[in-house]
DNA sequence: CGAAGAACGTCCGAGTCAAGATGTTCTGAT
DNA sequence: ATCAGAACATCTTGACTCGGACGTTCTTCG
């Protein structure tokens, strides 16, 4: 990888979209450093979360769905997710198609170490703006991230 | 690609880096769509916007560093601009090593159009926000998308 | 019942990305 | 002048993504 310009270098035509882009990569490589210590992708991380907090009520895809990943994206993660002990994919009685992932007391507590790392990182993020503009921030954020319409490339 | 859950279904759970991706996401996607009817990528527009603003001052190197591009990945676009002859690459008589990307007349009228399809699209999201709100979210961005160290994974 | 269609997880193949190696050219120090 | 090292563009290689196809299972309707 190249070193980069220092931003200001280059003001005139910084988009929206693009601007959106850099900062997602910036916040999200420093999200990885942080994950990459308890030997999980952001990924990882963020599925680990959903399963915490949601007790296995969902199938692989609306997981996927959730979450904005593909199905194929999640179902590799799920896969190295497996393979860690972390995850176990559960037969479901009622419907022998669904195979429901479910976070093991391991990933449990892994995902509890995790967050609250990533949470000490994300403070960082939040603590370069007042109370205020965070929550105009975050308004915007979900407004921009919502929407019906599922989205082509995922790179989440 | 699955149907995605409209966003509020799981709200607990938000963080920064998860917001910022997904709204890059969806703003990404409606970029790319407007890109697409001038048979360009999102990227492609955005070296040619390089290129016009800045007259082919930049080796392919410095440009890929300005625009968080990796070399490999600028290459490749570099070359389907080219095969579409909207760029050159110029040899640089006081360095022989140097091809530097030239736009052509061809490509400086594709840009200008697509640039401006762009901004319509731009413009459309920034009237979700009130200006107040915009100046606050730009310097946001600006904050979180600047910095000195490179970015591992690009997905520019 | 039985058949048609939908939903689930999985697999496959084309396309993409980026780290590292390579060959050429330039620069700086001896 | 020459040699060592850096810089440039390119190529190679391995990993990752994702759309689409597949087999199985469920549901709905005749």
Known sequence: MEEQQPIPAC?????????????????????????AKFGVSPRGQLVLQALANDEGQRTQLKLGAMLGLDKTTLMSELDKLERAGLILRVPDPKDRRVRTPMITDK??????????????????????????????IRRALINLADGEAPVHGSCL
Do not use: P
């Open 11 to 35: 003001m005139e035509k910084w988009d929206i979209n693009w601007l959106l882009h850099r900062a997602a990569q910036r916040v999200g490589a420093a999200f990885a450093d942080e994950t």
């Open 107 to 136: 990933g449990r507590e892994l995902q509890k170490q995790a967050g609250d790392a990533l949470a000490e990182v994300e403070r960082a993020f939040r603590d370069r703006f007042t109370r205020e503009e965070m929550a105009v």
